[in-house]
């Protein structure tokens, strides 16, 4: 069966998230976007644990679901994957480093077991996203240990102050990290600031399955990044589509634009220097404005370890289709901010009509679209899918800024239509 997933999220319990990240919204806006498969994030609270084990029955193996009081639909209902993320801090190479892991698990008695062994090392109730003073090897021994099952991925691998990649405290090879241990490592989550054409660059990474989550922090965002299967819908097939890299199995993966990300270029937000990486090294890192050191970003950091030009496809590349979520499409097509009510009214109107905001970015033709909406609104889905869009590159924690349109082009494509 061809479903989405979103892996990595995260609850009401992790810091800066919304008050809203609670199952039964999750459930509501997994069914909006049209995604079958939803991390749970944040197993390893103990508040949201209780969540889960209270509000979620077995589903299919590995697998749960909301429990109903009211009827829903076998194909709509959403299933929910056992993840959580966990922030490693520790010391190696005479550097610190700083890590972020997702951890999958295949069952409740399995985050049980990890959860008692983390809960020794630091305080899994100060946050939903732990932080630990654990190697990344030694996570990733005691979620094996807890269960072979268990699958560690790094999580946004590229972004410069958490990562494995990352410029500030990460490594330059996954060995590195994991030493003999990087045989489990089976995945990397390439994060909002890539995609997977920059890490195709690395032939270090040709084994590698490159995943793609929205790693969201409130319901309306989840979805922003994901993965399209064509497998049973369960836990372990799930796993074998990922760890073996199946093209049959694992289509594609849904990625944001990376330079609307908020670590793509170079740069220092604080004196609005936004620099590409041969801008950067013309200045030696150092910030042109305030002499301080310069935030090297996600494109950077790739061109430093590339070992392959850009452009570069390997054989056996599971393919990406980059896309912008329908209320950012909607609100340019528009002309107003994302949170106005218009945008908002357009939004729920065309769910009605097609079902999931996948269905409309992915598989609505021109003519549906033209006939649900305005000329302006099927247009920017077009340009999107055909990557006609123009973008200012994010920086030092700033989201790049991506236009669809020219400044009043929308007036007049709604002119055009009125004529006709």
């Known amino acids: 069966m061809k479903f989405i997933a979103d892996f990595h999220i995260h609850s009401k319990y992790s810091r800066a998230t919304s008050k809203d990240m609670d199952l039964e919204n999750l459930d509501k806006w997994a069914k909006i976007k049209g995604i079958k498969v939803l991390g749970t994030g944040d ?3 103990p508040g949201w644990f209780k969540s889960l084990k209270e509000e979620l029955v077995p589903a ?3 697998l749960f679901k909301l429990k109903r009081k009211g009827s829903d639909s076998k194909e709509n209902e959403i299933r929910f994957i056992l993840t959580a993320e966990i922030s490693c801090i520790y010391s190696k190479g005479n550097k610190t480093r700083k890590i972020h892991l997702i951890i999958f698990s295949p ?9 008692a062994r983390l809960g020794w090392i630091g305080n899994l109730k100060a946050d939903g996203r732990p932080i630990l003073g654990l190697d990344a090897k030694e996570l990733l021994k005691t979620a094996l240990d807890s269960s072979k099952d268990c699958l560690i991925v790094p999580a946004h691998a590229w972004t410069p102050w958490f990562s494995i990649f990352g410029s500030k405290s990460g490594f330059d090879s996954i060995e590195e990290c994991f030493d003999e241990y990087s045989k489990y490592i089976f995945a ?3 994060g909002l600031s890539s995609d997977p054409a920059m890490n195709w660059r690395l032939s270090s990474l040709d084994k590698i399955t490159l995943i793609s989550n929205s790693d969201s922090h409130s319901p309306s965002k989840i979805g922003r990044e994901a993965n399209v299967f064509d497998t049973e819908i369960s836990y372990p097939a799930i796993m074998n589509a990922i760890k073996t890299k199946n093209l049959e199995k694992f289509l594609f993966t849904i990625e944001f634009f990376p330079e609307e990300g908020k670590y793509h270029y170079d740069g220092h937000r604080l004196c609005n220097i936004s620099l590409s990486p041969k801008e950067t090294k013309k200045y030696n890192n150092i910030c042109p404005t305030c002499g301080k050191y310069l935030t090297i970003g996600v494109l950077n950091r790739v061109e430093e370890l590339a070992d392959r030009p850009e452009g570069f496809k390997p054989k056996e590349a599971i393919p990406f289709k980059n896309l912008i979520p329908l209320q950012e499409i909607i609100a340019e097509a528009l002309n107003l901010g994302t949170a106005a ?6 939004y729920k109107n065309l769910i009605e009509k097609f079902g999931t905001e996948f269905k409309i970015l992915l598989d609505a033709s021109r003519q549906e679209l033209e006939a649900a909406t305005l000329p302006e609104i099927a247009e920017g889905v ?18 790049g800024k991506i236009k669809i349109f020219s400044q009043g ?6 002119k055009q239509s009125t004529l006709f």
């Open 409 to 414: 082009e929308q007036k007049k494509l709604t």
């Open 341 to 346: 009510k218009q945008v908002s009214k357009e």
């Open 188 to 190: 990397i989550e390439t």
């Open 43 to 45: 197993f390893t609270h």
């Open 107 to 115: 069952s409740l008695e399995v985050c049980e077991k990890i959860n």
């Open 60 to 62: 299919e193996e590995g």
């Open 382 to 399: 077009e340009r999107v899918r055909e990557g006609k869009v123009s973008i200012e590159p994010g920086y030092d924690g700033n989201y």
